[in-house]
């Protein structure tokens, strides 16, 4: 019960309703937000939603440590079982885990590259082979256009879905001005803003439903859905 209506109330389903995950293998999604606007949070609950549905998932964060973004799931998997059997939730928590893998880069080592090289041998080694890919510690600032392009051809030549996370600033100016340009790069564009009660997540771009962008309030704690 718990893992089906965490499923049921993934920020996703108000995007994709036949519940595949926002994304088809080969494409690319991507998050905006300004720092401590709950970019992370959001990944890390896009990460659940898979491994709730039996897909692997390598999380890839930059700048932190594997014990930082182990703390992360932890905390906002706690928040998700409050309610529910002790013993039923550690059981979905251990099978959840069971399909993640987090890779850890400083950010000056960090590249597509290096990425798809430590990949390749997590593969043939026979130790990992993921269904998802996450990136979390993008930068819009200081990552060009071209790291973005070379994100969406990684997802493209592995067949992978592929999410990815970037940081805004307040003098950058208005998101949506500011994603516009992510809109030819990224199959998914969202982003999430602050409000009074809720998160705002806006889709920008969503091939599900391209003339139309939704809007939706998420639980700042769960980053679930509190409305459609």
Not at 183 to 192: E, H, K, S, T
Request: proline share 4%; glycine share 6%.
């Amino acid at each position: 019960m718990l893992k089906s209506e965490m499923v049921a109330k993934n920020p996703l389903r108000a995007f994709d309703q036949n519940r595949d995950g926002g994304l088809e293998p080969g494409q690319s999604g991507m998050i905006a937000a300004r720092a401590g606007t709950g970019k992370t949070a959001l990944l890390i609950q896009l990460s659940l939603d898979n491994l709730f549905r039996g897909n692997s998932v390598l999380h890839v964060s930059i700048g932190e440590t594997v014990t930082h973004v182990q703390a992360w799931y932890e905390e906002i998997f706690r928040d998700l079982s409050l309610g529910y059997d002790l013993e039923q939730s550690r059981t979905v928590w251990d099978e959840a885990v069971a399909g993640r893998l987090i890779l850890t880069f400083r950010k000056d080592l960090f590249s597509i590259p290096t990425l798809k090289e430590r990949l390749t041998d997590l593969v043939e080694q026979v130790i990992f082979k993921p269904r998802v890919v996450v990136i979390d510690g993008l930068d819009l600032n200081s990552a060009n256009h071209e790291l973005f392009e070379e994100v969406k051809n990684f997802a493209r030549e592995s067949g992978l879905k592929v999410w990815s996370a970037t940081r805004t600033h307040r003098d950058d100016g208005e998101i949506g001005a500011l994603l516009e340009p992510l809109n030819d790069v990224f199959d998914v564009v969202l982003a999430i803003a602050p409000s009074k009660d809720a998160l705002k997540l806006t889709a920008y771009k969503n091939p599900r439903k391209p003339d139309e962008q939704i809007t939706v309030d998420l639980d700042p704690k769960t980053m679930l859905l509190v409305s459609t």
